[in-house]
């Protein structure tokens, strides 16, 4: 491509004019890019359009960068509405207006795909339907970290090494605000650089795997080495680049100390005392009451045409800060004031709706509204990441430096203002009565530890001193005087050792948590004073100034310790990536949770629960519930990240309690749940049930009037309540309520708005209107439905049956039922992608994926024999579907057996757990093709057939395969499992799923013809 082309399209990604230029740094980055130079990370500062990158990845591939077709780019959990979504749209906008991009791109007349964390494209799985084609995801540290590790939250057993194949191949992760995530940051480049321990075991297989790459983003001013791209003179002479750098935001501290009470008299003259509505008997937390105050004085009483924006630490503070500022509008006669609450612990679908809200108040960078009056928003560390917000001024409290940097970058962002930075502090904290005690103890146990090292330095001399004096040799006077001597200075030794020991035992955890705790304050507060001395009162705290002040001696170190120190972090093995790869093993004892992975030990973060909300539950009438049943339900309706509200556990704990006590108490007309009824089912991180509870169970452990052994009992049920909901997914019925406004709330009792109560459209897909991102349906059905249509028959064109459960039977006969429908372009199991409209044969859909399979193939620049072994194991995947029973089973039309595709319903007592690839198996094997193959390529095909669902991971299911003795498809199995051991070795964990992936999305594709082709022919006159 000319450099007219390079120039060309770098703007009209960027969305720039005419007039416009890219900044230099985009503009290296591309060319570093095309130039295959390494570029391991980007420290550019806040404000300076750091996802530019995901603009500057397309162009260059676009114009033959060797990069990975995938990018991946990593917000932190916290973050609630992230600006990359509008990049990632706008793109997508752009590819489709520029026909030569997307031609070079091989996207031809499709849009480019996109994964991302709110709207429209919420988890959709766009980016799982084509590895060949490029592709950009938008997800957090965790939905990510887990999905790479073969554990994905909220993904099934059998997708999980689908996602982690593409995830850990051709893929490159940018890693947004890296600083604020360490151990995750650690744990991608220890995947990038380590393909001697990940990577295929051959250096001739490694080239045939794509590579994995990371590019981290900070704007904090790490230390940097070449391969970091950090701003040059050339940015610094950029009008834009250089107005953001030396944007105006002057620092001002008020001392918490010496402001009055809610009561003391206001700047305008008026006493709160004298208000006509006080605040709540003034009681309002005074940092919050403060905090409020000065955010009223810095906006002239609400009056001035700006935005403020409000940080505060706690969620309870900026609660406190929104209705306190209410009340002094009120107090001062003013209509309510425009303000917007921005926590975390709220529902990923009212997450979507916050943009609307802050574009509205004009908080997101670049808007333009007309103001008549003040606007604030009271923003917890929601607001600090991932958000492009943009106040005229921002008034804090004290938080770690990192953290402060990120604050600092959402005020006067563009540099177009005169900002006012307001940070209340209390008084520099003085260590607590524990707290000096801990610091004495650790001060004790520091000089026990010097004294104990030199003592065992003593010890081993001493016993290199001894001599040892041969049996035949009478031992002399001299000789027992001296062995007397050292066995007594031994004994000195030993006993002072020990008491330096019991000296530096003494500092416990619990006193390191008080001195790290109490040190981390007083440093931030001694960080915050040395800025405001450095730059002076009012002085500028501009990106620019604050690479300055980082860079002086004399506060380098002060700024440091007022970081948060990163988190220890485990060590990530071959072993441990080998068994989160084993995923068709429900149990497994070297499988941990992968937490610590991707955010180090956090042993002082409270534990977490995520809570769904909804209407159907796999519950029988006569209020039972079966585990296994309930699984089965789940896999076919899984939870949606658009359905997911994560917060502390102990909250959920409370709020659940106080619900299920309100409910519980109803009566009349607003009873209505029976306390019989289980009501919450709690999931563990692979999908499965741990346990439930009825609304009852639940309600009881309020607890009133209760005797001395009650409530022991009750106590001891709250427990067991607490340890079921840490780090599960909580499953709520919906009639349960305490939902407002997508956050936590005990005293709401209207049903909650859920995702399958068919009462509204839930968040729809962008490209069927009226389809939810969530890809399936629930429907009641009863023994009333005409005709018994309902029961056999999928309703709506472009649906397919997952799953049925029973939950009522009259004389022996069904007679209600929950039927999950699933869209047909979002699969989720390989029955589901077996039922179709239009019935297929076996030999066309294997022919059509042996196709799908070579297209896969030559577009991603796959070598002719690597590509033939793709397309012989697609030709031959689905030959176990041969079989009599999968053919019954599965109600295929008599003429023309065998079919690949069938209208069903399945019948999946008489499938009895058959899996059609392990009948595959002997078909395989007797096929010429195969026959002539060496024996690693044998096992490559072999594998990549009995893997195509997700299974042979390496265990596989013999249930129900009747083609040869019991001993012989034990034996198989057996094989089956030992083959995926020997691929992984071979091909290690990523690059064996990789390839998995390459068959599976051929397969996918090869349904998705089929069900097109159902479509057009309903479309046909």
Not at 500 to 524: G, H, I, N, P, T
Not at 743 to 754: G, M, P, S, V
Not at 852 to 871: K, P, Y
Not at 1005 to 1015: E, F, G
């Amino acid at each position: 491509m000319t450099k007219w082309a390079s120039e060309t399209w770098l703007r009209g990604a960027l969305k720039l004019g005419p007039s416009d230029s890219p900044f230099p740094w985009q503009q290296e980055l591309c060319l570093r890019f095309l130039e295959g130079k390494e570029v391991t990370s980007l420290d550019i500062p806040t404000g300076l359009g750091k996802t530019a990158v995901m603009a500057v990845w397309l162009v260059a591939r676009a114009l033959g960068a060797s990069l990975p077709r995938r990018l991946v780019y990593v917000v932190d959990r916290r973050a609630v509405v992230d600006q990359a979504t509008e990049v990632a749209e706008s793109l997508r906008a752009w590819v489709a207006n520029e026909r030569d991009v997307s031609s070079v791109l091989g996207l031809g007349d499709r849009p480019l795909p996109i994964s991302t964390l709110r709207g429209q494209h919420i988890d959709n799985r766009a980016w799982l339907d084509d590895p060949s084609s490029p592709a950009i995801v938008i997800g957090t540290v965790d939905m990510v970290g887990s999905r790479l590790l073969f554990s994905g939250y909220g993904v099934s057993s059998k997708m999980r090494p689908y996602h982690a194949g593409l995830l850990g191949a051709d893929t490159l992760v940018v890693l947004d605000e890296a600083h604020l995530v360490p151990a995750f940051e650690d744990l991608l480049r220890q995947i990038e650089r380590g393909a001697d321990s990940f990577g295929p075991k051959e250096s001739s297989l490694r080239a045939l795997v794509p590579p994995f790459k990371l590019l981290s983003l900070s704007a904090t001013g790490r230390q940097t080495d070449t391969t970091t791209l950090t701003l040059s003179d050339d940015d610094r002479n950029h009008s834009i680049v250089n107005k953001r750098l030396t944007a105006k935001k002057a620092l001002s501290i008020v001392e918490l100390a010496n402001v009055a009470e809610a009561t003391a008299t206001r700047k305008d003259g008026s006493s709160a005392d004298d208000d006509a509505v006080t605040t709540k008997k003034n009681k309002v937390h005074k940092l919050a009451g403060v905090l409020a105050s000065e955010a009223w004085e810095v906006t002239r009483q609400g009056s001035a045409q700006v935005r403020c924006l409000v940080f505060c630490n706690a969620r309870k503070d900026a609660t406190a800060v929104a209705a306190e500022l209410r009340n002094l509008a009120k107090s001062a006669g003013m209509d309510e004031p425009n303000i917007e609450l921005f926590v975390g612990g709220r529902r990923v679908k009212e997450r979507t709706q916050a943009r609307d809200a802050l574009a509205r108040l004009g908080f997101m960078a670049g808007t333009s509204v007309n103001m008549v009056r003040s606007a604030f928003l009271i923003a917890t560390s929601a607001g600090e990441v991932g958000v492009d917000l943009d106040a005229d001024h921002m008034v804090c409290d004290l938080v770690a430096w990192e953290r402060m940097v990120q604050r600092l970058g959402r005020v006067n962002r563009r540099g177009d203002g005169d900002a006012k930075v307001i940070v209340v502090v209390d008084r520099e904290p003085a260590p607590s009565e524990k707290t000096t005690k801990a610091l004495e103890k650790r001060a004790v146990a520091n000089a026990a530890k010097g004294q104990l090292d030199a003592l065992t330095r003593k010890l081993i001399a001493l016993h290199g001193a001894k001599v040892s004096v041969p049996k035949s040799q009478k031992e002399s006077a001299e000789a027992k005087a001296t062995e007397a001597e050292c066995k007594q200075d031994e004994k000195a030794l030993k006993s002072s050792i020990s008491a330096c020991q019991k000296r530096f035992k003494a500092f416990k955890d619990a006193d390191a948590k008080l001195v790290s705790r109490y040190e981390s304050e007083a440093a931030q507060h001694r960080a915050l004073r040395k800025l405001l001395a450095a730059v002076g009162e009012k002085g500028s705290l501009g990106p620019d100034a604050l690479l300055s002040l980082r860079n002086r001696h004399d506060l380098g170190n002060v700024l440091r310790a007022a970081t948060t120190v990163d988190p220890l972090r485990p060590e990530l093995t071959r072993a441990l990536v080998d068994a989160w790869s084993m995923t068709s093993l429900d149990e497994h004892p070297g499988r941990p949770e992968v937490d610590p992975w991707l955010r180090g030990f956090h042993p002082n973060d409270p534990p977490q629960t995520t809570v769904v909300w909804r209407r159907h539950l796999p519950v029988r009438a006569d209020g039972s519930l079966d585990a296994k049943a309930a699984k089965r339900f789940f896999e076919a309706a899984p939870p949606h990240s658009s359905e997911q509200l994560e917060t502390d556990t102990h909250l959920v704990l409370e709020w659940l309690i106080e619900r299920a006590a309100a409910v519980c108490n109803a009566t009349g007309d607003d009873a209505s749940l029976d306390a019989r009824k289980v009501v919450a089912i709690a999931l563990g991180w692979r999908g499965e049930p741990k346990g439930w509870r009825t609304l009852g169970e639940i309600a009881a452990a309020k607890g009133m009037n209760e005797n001395k052994e009650a409530k022991k009992a009750r106590e001891q049920g709250v427990k067991e309540l607490m340890k079921l909901l840490v780090g599960s997914t909580l499953i709520i019925d919906a009639r349960l309520g305490g939902l407002t406004d997508g956050l936590l709330a005990e005293k709401t009792d209207t049903t909650a708005e859920a995702s399958d109560d068919g009462s509204a459209m839930w968040l729809a897909r962008p490209d069927v209107a009226d389809v939810s991102v969530t890809g399936f349906r629930i429907r009641a059905l009863s023994a009333s439905e005409e005709g018994g249509s309902a029961w056999s028959k999928t309703t709506g064109a472009g649906w397919v049956r997952r799953h049925l459960f029973v939950t009522n039977v009259v004389d022996g006969e069904p007679s209600a039922a929950l039927v999950i429908d699933g869209w047909a372009g979002d699969a989720a199991t390989e029955e589901e992608r077996a039922e179709a409209d239009r019935p297929q044969q076996l030999v066309e859909h294997q022919s059509w994926a042996e196709d799908c399979a070579r297209q896969i193939a030559q577009r991603l620049g796959i070598e002719t024999a690597r590509a033939n072994l793709l397309a012989l194991a697609a030709r031959l995947h689905d030959e176990g579907k041969r079989s009599a029973r999968w053919q019954r089973a599965f109600k295929a039309p008599l003429d023309g057996r065998p079919y690949a595709k069938t209208k069903g319903p399945i019948d999946f007592d008489l499938l009895d757990g058959y899996r059609h690839e392990l009948g595959s198996l002997p078909y395989v094997e007797a096929h010429d093709e195969f026959k002539k193959l060496a024996p690693n390529d044998q096992d490559f095909v072999l594998h990549l057939i009995a893997a195509h669902h997700g299974f042979a991971r390496p265990v596989i299911s013999t249930n129900g395969s009747d083609d040869a003795p019991p001993s012989m498809v034990d034996e198989r199995a057996r094989a089956v499992a030992l083959r995926f051991a020997r691929l992984s070795r071979r091909w290690g964990p990523w690059g064996l799923a990789w390839w998995e992936a390459l068959l599976r999305s051929a397969d996918q594709t090869a349904s998705r013809l089929n069900q097109q082709a159902s479509t057009a022919q309903k479309d046909q006159p």
